[in-house]
Each structure stands twice: as structure tokens, then as C-alpha cells.
């Protein structure tokens, strides 16, 4: 076996907003026959997720950071060229952390098999993926959303918020989306029912609008974004509300220690609960989330939304246009050539 | 029944650091006889607390504001000079959140009965009263420290620092108090044991403090000061960490909204959870708080401290300089004329 691949590199680190020049595409030969357990994979779908910017940073933090000239990697849905591992055959599909690359050769190990059966391949990178399990566990094992409750959501048209949206309304809470464009604000509305939508880009004062949409207060703040749209929310925190920290986006290409009002006056008034979190902590839940998810998405209670980018070599792009809120729902890139 | 009483009124609404004048003294002049259940009280013990500077103030909080021209009011011991209540007779000690007179009628369901035969009458405002259920819920429900971690607390030397701290040493835990003096820390590490003390008064890099005195980081801290001391105790936290917002003394006098560096991308990045509360969140467990208080002061394991300033006419000066540090434990004021 011979075949020549195309990866993406760290090339340089960003600072501030990424761009395209920090990456680097480099192709490589891989030649030698599979070892036992070996898979040999091509890409299929590869994701792109705002967590990815804190790992090309330097700095150490829950994830190692990637490491400069080597190939970015994320979450990737491949399907098997050739196997050397029982229960695995060419033409499955499979889901593992694996690098930005055209075709990779890997230990059965660090990938799971997929059931398209169940959802779509890409659902796995979304719906029934990272994606789906971080909507879930944030909202209902931290949020812990009560019927009738006030459930504000930034970010609200993207990957996660359009999942915990569906959710939150399953459990019978008022939902109001916080997003940065009319055509989200249409899109929250007409296809998933949300009950406000606030778009931060508007004139008018952020506190005002959102005291507008929600004149019972904020119970469950999930808050994907940070920055001010988030001073805005906790302004309208009821007592013992509870906010979600699940993404700061607004911050991920901040080039100094951001600043803003004390929120901890305010956390300790209204008896605030504040959790950040990242969905690893739930990994003993993850069956658990996963049956539910799939249940919903069997009965088109959740609906998944994706923006998928043709063409491998588009992936930097992809992922610096996760900043401007380009995406709507579950950001992927897609391989032009995915026949096997 | 005709007697002349004191009182402090809130004059003018303070603006920063309340001064003397925002109080003003005021003789009254009660008379009639006492109504069924009512109570003829005379204040011995008077508490002054940091959470009362917010009441001073317009804006509506957890608790109404106090109003001007009337009586400051809080936690007060007093005892009974005349009873219309069976089971309550003259010489009783009662608690209750009564106004800063010296005499008062109050009806009898303001206030409960003490036992001073557990505790003396004064630690009803300290360990055996909402001071030490504060430290008692926010330590161990919230904070919930495990043996072997290590708990950063800040007002250290204060009311609720200093149980605080006892409670968790009792737990096997590692604990650390920062203060804002030298005999502060001595206080720590003779009478409490305390494992390691931080004066944030030091011209040394309080980040770099921390990091020495808890070589590996904290897991738990108990803040009753918020601003730039806790901003270099949240750099040092550990993942999972929990943050028990007690009080923001520091920030309580500010003029304008506090700025600081965002903290939620610490909060988000090392999944540590925020928890603001207020004690009566607890009320339903306040028997199991008290039952275990009471106990722990029995068998000597919990030492309260308390600065106890005499004079009825001292009240506004004690509230005035809890800002300033100016106690060790609970601070109250002593009536001088405490016989009935």
C-alpha cells in the first residue's frame, strides 16, 4: 500500500482571530502494509468547533494544545479502506478524534464504529455526537430547566444552542434565542419554534431587549458566547438562576485578559449558580444521553441543522468563519471525493 | 408604661464608605400597656454585618431597603422586661431581627427564645446564629470539600472566616486564610490552626502568593471579599474547583459598577462551578446546621471569636469600621447598661 495524503499543519500560532496563513497544507506519502488492529481511513466529514482556537494557543488547558508543524486534529466521520480488525470492514463508518487529513492509517482504537442506521453519518459529529451530549448534559444536569421556567440561549443558531433550543422547549420552557443576524432570528422562529429571538447586533440596549423578551426574568442562562451579550443576560437573572458555561466564543481570539463588570455581586444577591463545564465530566452519562438523543431524533422531536462546507482544503477556512457566525447549526467540512 | 428610648435612623442613603452622619440618634418616647403576646425587650447585643451596607442603599436586593427616617434594623439579642406571651418571663433572652433601640415592643412571634445554657447569649450572633450557618451551608453544602483538598477562604479573621476555616480543618482539609494584617495572620495560625495565612496587604504578587502557599491549587474557595483577591485566587484553582460567593465586602462600597477580567473562559476551561447564596436558602435544614454547631462548640472543637464593642451609641462607628477590617470574628456592639 502506497497512497499519498493531504493534511493540514499548525503553522504558525494565531493571534487573535485565526487565519488562513497559520495553517499550512502539506501532503505526505504513507506507504507499508496495515499491522493487526490497524484501519486504513478515508475522511468524510470533518468538524469544525470553536474549542479547537484555546488548542492552538500555547498555553496549557484541559486539552493539550496542538503542537506547531504537526496536523490539527478534531472530530472526524471516516469510512474504512482497508481493515485489519475483526468487526470492522471496508465501507464502515467511524467516528474518532483523528487528524485533519485526507486519509489516515490509525489503531482500531481510536475510533468507533457508527450506525447510520440510527442517524445519518454526519449526525455523529453533531445531533448524536459531542454536539448533541454537550446540549443535553448543560442544560438538564446544570441548567435543570423547570416547565414554565425562562431558558435564554446565545449562540443560539449554532451547533449546540439549536439542540438545547429543541430541548428546553420539549420541557415545556419559554425559549428566547440570542443571535447576530435577521436570518437566524427567522430560522429560530419558523423551523424550531422559539418564543423570542433577541439579535445582538440591533441598536437598541441589549438589558432592555432582553428584559422585553423575558418579563419574568432569566431562570436558565446557557451561554455559549460570554462577553456582553452575557452582561446582558445576567443583568435579568431571576434568584437562584443558573447559567450554563459552556462556550465564551466572544473571547477565544481576545489578545489580552478581557474585562468587564463583576459579575459576582450579582451571582451572590440572586443566589446564581454558575457552572462551567465541558462534556467529558459526564462521560459515565454519555449512554445514558445518547439513547435520549436518539429516541428524539427517531421521533423528529429534535431536528438537526448543519452547515456543510464542500472540499477538504476549505477546513481553515471553515473553522475561522465559526467567529463571524457564518454557520448555522453543526459547522463540517465535507470531502469532495468520499466514493471508496 | 412609660418609657424613653434610642434609636438609630438611616439619615441619608450613604454614597461609597458610610460615615457617621448617613445615622442619626433619635429619642422616642413609648408608652401604654403591653397587648396580648406582645413583649417589652431591652437590647444587650447588637450585630453588625457587611450585608447591611446593601439595604442602606436605594435598589432593591434579596432583602428590602432599609427606609430613611426609620430605624436601621438586624440581628439583635435582647432580654425580656415585661412578657404578654406564656413560656417567655422577664429575664429571658430572645433573638430577633429587631431594630437598633435600645428598648422595644415587639410582638413575641419577631423573636425566639435562646438557650443559654448551649451557648452564651452573645454566640447567638456568631457560631450558634446565621453566622455560623453561613459557614456551616456554604462550606459544606456548596463548597463541599472532600479530606486531603485544599480550601482557600478570604476575610479570613472575620465571623464567617473564621468558623469557616475551623469547619474545614475538622473536615482533614488544607486550609488557607487571607487577611489584610500581620496580627490577623498570627490569630489564624495560633488560635486556629490555620495551615498556611496570605496578608493581601503584601507588596508581593498575590497570584504568586496563592501559588506558594497551595502548591496544589485550590479546590475550594470560600469568598467573603470578591474583587482583586479573588481575581489571583481564581487563577489558582483546580479543575473542578467550587467557588462559594459569601460576601463581596470589597465591593460593596463602590461608587460605580466594579470592573475586573472576565472570569467565565477560568470558569468554563477548568469546569469549576460559582455559587452565589444568602443562608435563609437553607432554612429547611437549619436544625441539622444548628444541631452539628452546637455540638462542635460543646466538645470545644469550633472556638468563636468575637469583637465586641460597648455602647449603644457605637453602633454606626462598629458597622462603619467592619470596612476597614477593624474586627476579628463577629463584631456586635454591647449595650453598657445590660441589667434589667
Request: with cysteine.
Amino acid at each position: 500500500m502506497t497512497i499519498k495524503i493531504k493534511q493540514f499543519v499548525l503553522l504558525k500560532r494565531p493571534v487573535g482571530v485565526p487565519v488562513e496563513s497559520n495553517f499550512s497544507l502539506k501532503t505526505e506519502t504513507i506507504s507499508g502494509d496495515l499491522k493487526e488492529n490497524e484501519l486504513h481511513l478515508r475522511g468524510i466529514y470533518y468538524s469544525v468547533d470553536p474549542y479547537m482556537r484555546g488548542r492552538m494557543n500555547g498555553a496549557k488547558s484541559y486539552v493539550a494544545p496542538f503542537a506547531l508543524n504537526e496536523p490539527i486534529s478534531g472530530a472526524v466521520i471516516a469510512r474504512v479502506v482497508e481493515s485489519k480488525k475483526s468487526g470492522l470492514i471496508t465501507g464502515d463508518f467511524v467516528f474518532g478524534q483523528l487528524p485533519w487529513a485526507t486519509e489516515m492509517v490509525v489503531d482500531s482504537s481510536s475510533v468507533r464504529k457508527i450506525d447510520v442506521q440510527i442517524g445519518k453519518a454526519s449526525d455523529y459529529l453533531g445531533v448524536l455526537g459531542m454536539t448533541g451530549l454537550t446540549a443535553y448534559f448543560g442544560l438538564l444536569k446544570i441548567g435543570q430547566p423547570i416547565s414554565g421556567e425562562t431558558v435564554v440561549v446565545s449562540g443560539a443558531a449554532g451547533a449546540v444552542g439549536t439542540i438545547v433550543g429543541q430541548i428546553a422547549k420539549m420541557k415545556g420552557c419559554k425559549v428566547i434565542g440570542i443571535v447576530g443576524s435577521g436570518e437566524k432570528e427567522k430560522l429560530l422562529k419558523d423551523r424550531f419554534n422559539f418564543d423570542g429571538m433577541i439579535n445582538y447586533k440591533s441598536k437598541d440596549d441589549l438589558v432592555h431587549l432582553i428584559k422585553n423578551a423575558c418579563p419574568n426574568g432569566v431562570d436558565v442562562y446557557f451561554d455559549n458566547v460570554g462577553g456582553e451579550i452575557s452582561d446582558a443576560v445576567i443583568q435579568n437573572m431571576n434568584f437562584q438562576g443558573r447559567i450554563v458555561l459552556c462556550g465564551q466564543i466572544s473571547l477565544y481570539n481576545s489578545k489580552e485578559i478581557p474585562m468587564g463588570p463583576r459579575i459576582q455581586p450579582i451571582l451572590l444577591t440572586k443566589s446564581i449558580l454558575m457552572q462551567g463545564f465541558i462534556v467529558s465530566n459526564f462521560t459515565e452519562q454519555f449512554p445514558e444521553g445518547l439513547a435520549e438523543l436518539s429516541k428524539w431524533v427517531k421521533e423528529g422531536k429534535i431536528e438537526a441543522i448543519e452547515t456543510i462546507i464542500e472540499g477538504f482544503e476549505n477546513l481553515p477556512k471553515a473553522f475561522i468563519d465559526l467567529f463571524s457566525g457564518k454557520n448555522v447549526g453543526k459547522m463540517m467540512v465535507m470531502a469532495k471525493d468520499i466514493a471508496l
